[in-house]
């Protein structure tokens, strides 16, 4: 922990807006402002990172790389004052300038790096590995362009380029002099030497990889990890690289253009797999340049490379960063000479992989013949993996064809990355227990059986940190003055807030401070969205990426419902709510995009319907990010976890939401169930379908959607609504919606499910009436969420997977 008083803390920063600027400090923007403050933040950090390297290299503790193609890391600056210790100092010094932080905080642009709840996760990794003094390095891309800005024009979404980097960024630090070469195309020509086979890779094109480090600051704890992320370049013309010694002007610069098109952009589907060659080439290539830096590293401290596996964890971040396993084999075998059976049992030993998603559209399956042409190398490494893993399972189980081609890593011409993934690892784990359970039983189950002691799950988790401390301030104040501060090293103590439930006066304060967070949210919905909306009336949430299978459609469908039953009955009697959406489509995911535009013309309808609208009010809040999530997120009653039983891998805004004092209406799908487990039944609001249920549907058949519209005239109607004309004059326009849910019999359940979904709702409404036990509620929400926080989880990783030693320092 930094420790600074109010008065240096000015003069510093005083002097580093002279520096950086040149002019006064009241002739400064407020960009100019946040620069000047970033920057001194990332001085001060920066002392603390030299530091954590130093010792690191001191002690040669085993070091783990998280490497993932996305990390959504947000905002930084709120996260390293507070981590560092000097928010406070900090905020009273800016105010005695007249310059209030949280107003300077928003000029700093999202680092986002990410599509949703995976990138997400592994950002709440990095902060709960530097916090519980873990060495871990991220490893990624540094995506020129990062996940699109969305905006709503006319109702419809309308993606905007993410030019993030546009007014620079402070906290991260180029290192030219750790540039790694990586090779594609060419050729691999074979010799031998000496009675062993030797590879040269000639005529590929190569790519200059170069890190940009930006710092993971733990919590007053004086560690600094790093975040290593790549940027594509051309390599220099000292390269010998024969068009640029022809000179050739126009292939140098096609040359260029490709090598920069590597780290141009993030690939905003996160569900749909298409085999873009563009993505495989991001892959290897912050795999192969990360995997070369480690093993660079790793040598130049002079350690033995047999030892590598006792001093280096790889964690793979679903399949996407795969070819660290050929990459490693191909430098233990190509570069450091080792025997087959040695580089195989070191990468392995090295190697961990999570899954995180069952969806079958999103298995990662690369054509042979693309993937052969771009990595020539790799192939020959993946095809003798294959060859060898197939004789594993001719032993294991002769004469089983059936069984060995389901199994195989290469087959119909195709390379399956999850199988590849499973075979070059030691651990497989899976996010939450019903999605482990299901990977157990029905996705991996072959694997399973063969391999029983790789598979483990991981409950996902959140850093309390950002998610409590820094986006709840005041709930954080109520809990420390009721409880003392131990949750924030030991989150779970949070337990101790519990027994606090009965006392009306701490009710009464965590209903005043959800009201203040609820008004907060109203201002920014102001703003952004030009809505008056109440503070007095429910704040009910659904804000994550657009997708079938977590149905907003059904939140929807339940709305157009209650619009008709106040038009039917204008009497009828409901606590007053806000329907709030956020959420990006992926832009080809037509069915998604219709989502929101449905959703807009709901809200412009009942908005402007006056014989409703003191009642009810629906809005979509544009560009959902993670500081806008910081924003809604305390100021929420209600948490929509709705998604269709098994779909939903674990979910981690559902533990914000819990964390911060909302009441859950769930399925029983992803983590929810392990929310119910800690909360108990009373306090979260369970509803539809079961695991059991839906398995046995997909299995078996026997569900038809039209029969439910046929017998539920509620269901009738808002399905006849949606091609009616009522929302909108073009009748078709939400003719793919009524096609999904009736023509092609509703994948997702919406329609069974919605009969238990509006009971739920019902149960809300009569709950909230009873202002203190539903205020007990939230508080025992928050008193369970502990169990959540991401260190939890990563304690978990470190002790089971990684073998890092997990010390916990100050506590
Ligand atoms: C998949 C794909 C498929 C190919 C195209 C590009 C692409 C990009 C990302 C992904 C990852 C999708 C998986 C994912 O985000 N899963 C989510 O992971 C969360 C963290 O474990 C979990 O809470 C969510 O339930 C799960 O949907």
């Given at each position: 922990m930094l420790s600074m008083d109010k008065k240096s803390f000015k003069k510093a920063y005083v002097n580093k807006f002279l520096e950086m600027h040149g002019i006064e400090l009241k002739e400064g923007t407020n960009q100019q402002k946040y620069d000047a403050l970033g920057s001194l933040v990332r001085d001060y950090v920066t002392r603390e990172w030299l530091k954590t390297n130093k010792k690191y290299n001191k002690t040669g503790e085993k070091q783990v790389y998280y490497f993932s193609m996305e990390f959504l890391l947000g905002r930084l600056l709120g996260d390293a004052l507070l981590n560092i210790g000097i928010r406070d100092v900090c905020k009273e010094a800016l105010a005695d300038l007249s310059i209030n932080l949280e107003e300077l905080e928003n000029f700093e642009q999202d680092q986002g790096l990410g599509n949703g709840g995976l990138g997400r996760l592994a950002a709440c990794f990095l902060d709960s590995m530097a916090s519980l003094n873990i060495p871990g390095n991220g490893c990624g891309i540094r995506y020129k362009y990062g996940f699109f800005e969305q905006k709503i024009i006319d109702g419809k979404q309308v993606e905007v380029s993410d030019d993030w980097?546009?007014?620079?960024?402070?906290?991260?630090?180029?290192?030219?002099?750790?540039?790694?070469?990586?090779?594609?195309?060419?050729?691999?020509?074979?010799?031998?030497?000496?009675?062993?086979?030797?590879?040269?890779?000639?005529?590929?094109?190569?790519?200059?990889?170069?890190?940009?480090?930006?710092?993971?600051?733990?919590?007053?704890?004086?560690?600094?990890?790093?975040?290593?992320?790549?940027?594509?370049?051309?390599?220099?013309?000292?390269?010998?690289?024969?068009?640029?010694?022809?000179?050739?002007?126009?292939?140098?610069?096609?040359?260029?253009?490709?090598?920069?098109?590597?780290?141009?952009v993030l690939y905003p589907e996160d569900s749909f797999y298409e085999g873009k060659i563009l993505r495989l080439k991001q892959q290897y290539f912050f795999v192969s340049a990360g995997v070369q830096s480690i093993i660079r590293h790793f040598k130049k401290h002079g350690k033995d490379i047999e030892l590598f596996d006792e001093k280096v964890a790889i964690h793979i971040n679903d399949t996407h960063p795969t070819l660290a396993i050929p990459e490693l084999m191909r430098i233990l075998l190509d570069e450091e000479g080792l025997e087959w059976d040695v580089a195989w049992r070191i990468t392995t030993n090295t190697v961990s992989y999570t899954n995180h998603t069952i969806l079958a559209e999103a298995l990662e399956k690369w054509p042979v013949d693309m993937f052969k042409e771009l990595l020539p190398r790799i192939y020959m490494i993946i095809e003798e993996i294959n060859e060898r893993f197939c004789k594993e399972l001719w032993a294991r189980?002769?004469?089983?064809?059936?069984?060995?081609?389901?199994?195989?890593?290469?087959?119909?011409?195709?390379?399956?990355?999850?199988?590849?993934?499973?075979?070059?690892?030691?651990?497989?784990?899976?996010?939450?227990?019903?999605?482990?359970?299901?990977?157990?039983?029905?996705?991996?189950?072959?694997?399973?059986?063969?391999y029983p002691n790789k598979f483990s799950n991981k409950t996902n988790g959140i850093t309390h940190r950002r998610w409590l401390l820094k986006s709840n301030p005041e709930l954080t104040k109520l809990i420390k003055d009721t409880i003392g501060d131990s949750f924030i090293r030991h989150p779970i103590d949070l337990k101790n807030f519990e027994r606090h439930l009965y006392d009306n006066v701490i009710l009464e304060q965590l209903g005043k401070i959800k009201k203040y967070n609820k008004e907060r949210l109203a201002n920014v919905i102001l703003k952004n969205e030009n809505l008056v909306i109440d503070p007095n009336s429910i704040f009910d949430v659904q804000v994550k990426r657009i997708h079938a299978y977590k149905r907003q459609i059904?939140?929807?469908?339940?709305?157009?419902?209650?619009?008709?039953?106040?038009?039917?009955?204008?009497?009828?009697?409901?606590?007053?709510?806000?329907?709030?959406?956020?959420?990006?489509?992926?832009?080809?995911?037509?069915?998604?995009?219709?989502?929101?535009?449905?959703?807009?013309?709901?809200?412009?309808?009942?908005?402007?319907?006056?014989?409703v609208n003191q009642k009810i009010k629906v809005v979509?809040?544009?560009?959902?990010?993670?500081?806008?999530?910081?924003?809604?997120?305390?100021?929420?009653?209600?948490?929509?976890?709705?998604?269709?039983?098994?779909?939903?891998?674990?979910?981690?805004?559902?533990?914000?939401?819990?964390?911060?004092?909302?009441?859950?209406?769930?399925?029983?799908?992803?983590?929810?169930?392990?929310?119910?487990?800690?909360?108990?039944?009373?306090?979260?609001?369970?509803?539809?379908?079961?695991?059991?249920?839906?398995?046995?549907?997909?299995?078996?058949?026997?569900?038809?959607?039209?029969?439910?519209?046929?017998?539920?005239?509620?269901?009738?109607?808002?399905?006849?609504?949606?091609?009616?004309?009522?929302?909108?004059?073009?009748?078709?326009?939400?003719?793919?919606?009524?096609?999904?849910?009736?023509?092609?019999?509703?994948?997702?359940?919406?329609?069974?499910?919605?009969?238990?979904?509006?009971?739920?709702?019902?149960?809300?409404?009569?709950?909230?009436?009873?202002?203190?036990?539903?205020?007990?509620?939230?508080?025992?929400?928050?008193?369970?969420?502990?169990?959540?926080?991401?260190?939890?989880?990563?304690?978990?990783?470190?002790?089971?997977?990684?073998?890092?030693?997990?010390?916990?320092?100050?506590?």
């Open positions: 980097l546009k007014e620079g960024n402070v906290w991260e630090k180029r290192k030219a002099e750790k540039s790694e070469i990586v090779k594609f195309g060419g050729e691999i020509k074979v010799s031998e030497i000496n009675g062993r086979l030797n590879f040269t890779h000639v005529n590929f094109e190569p790519v200059l990889a170069v890190p940009y480090d930006t710092p993971i600051v733990g919590y007053e704890n004086e560690i600094v990890n790093t975040l290593r992320l790549w940027s594509a370049e051309a390599v220099s013309k000292e390269f010998d690289f024969s068009s640029f010694s022809r000179g050739d002007f126009l292939q140098a610069l096609k040359y260029k253009n490709s090598v920069e098109s590597i780290s141009q189980y002769p004469g089983n064809w059936d069984k060995i081609a389901r199994m195989a890593i290469i087959a119909d011409d195709k390379i399956k990355m999850a199988h590849l993934a499973i075979a070059g690892s030691h651990s497989v784990n899976g996010v939450a227990k019903l999605h482990t359970d299901i990977l157990k039983k029905k996705e991996m189950t072959d694997f399973y059986y063969l059904l939140n929807c469908l339940r709305i157009m419902d209650l619009y008709n039953q106040l038009i039917d009955n204008p009497n009828f009697d409901i606590v007053p709510r806000t329907f709030i959406f956020g959420g990006k489509a992926a832009p080809g995911y037509y069915l998604a995009k219709n989502t929101i535009e449905l959703i807009n013309c709901v809200a412009n309808k009942i908005n402007n319907d006056s014989r979509f809040i544009q560009n959902y990010r993670v500081s806008l999530a910081e924003q809604i997120i305390p100021g929420t009653d209600v948490s929509e976890q709705i998604s269709t039983t098994t779909k939903e891998a674990s979910g981690t805004s559902n533990m914000k939401f819990m964390m911060n004092g909302a009441i859950t209406v769930a399925t029983l799908d992803g983590a929810n169930i392990e929310i119910r487990d800690e909360v108990t039944e009373e306090n979260i609001i369970i509803f539809g379908l079961t695991e059991d249920e839906v398995l046995n549907y997909y299995q078996n058949g026997g569900y038809r959607s039209s029969d439910i519209y046929n017998n539920d005239v509620r269901v009738k109607r808002v399905i006849d609504d949606l091609v009616n004309g009522k929302y909108h004059n073009d009748k078709d326009k939400f003719k793919s919606i009524y096609e999904n849910l009736i023509t092609y019999n509703d994948e997702f359940f919406v329609l069974k499910d919605f009969d238990s979904y509006l009971k739920a709702q019902d149960k809300v409404d009569a709950l909230y009436r009873d202002n203190s036990k539903w205020q007990r509620m939230c508080g025992i929400n928050i008193a369970h969420s502990g169990i959540f926080s991401s260190d939890r989880t990563i304690e978990e990783y470190a002790t089971g997977i990684w073998g890092s030693e997990v010390i916990y320092k100050n506590l």
